[in-house]
C-alpha cells in the first residue's frame, strides 16, 4: 500500500488515498477512512489512472464534506 495524500481531518477522523494492488485489477486507489483504533475499510474504490484519481479526488472531497457537516450537528452523532 502507498499513501498518496490526506484530504482532512474531522474530530479523529483522517480520510486519505491510498494506492494498493488488487489482484487482477491491479493498481487501484482507494479512499480510506483513518481512525486512533486503524482504518476503517475502503469508501471508495477507483482504478489507478487520470480518471480514477479524478474520480477519487471526488470522493475523498465528499466523505471529508459529510464529516464536516456531521460534526456540527448536536445531538446523536459524533466524529470527534
Known sequence: MQYIKTY???????VSL????????????????DTPAG????????????????????VGMAVIRTLELLARRSGDFDVA
Not at 482504518?39 to 471526488?58: K, S, Y
Request: proline share 5%.
Open 8 to 14: 482532512g481531518e474531522v474530530g479523529t477522523h483522517a
Open 18 to 33: 491510498v494506492r494498493t494492488r488488487s489482484g487482477l485489477r491491479g493498481d487501484v486507489y482507494q479512499v480510506v477512512i
Open 39 to 58: 482504518q476503517v475499510g475502503p469508501v471508495g474504490v477507483e482504478p489507478a489512472t487520470d480518471d480514477g484519481m479524478f474520480d477519487a479526488d471526488r
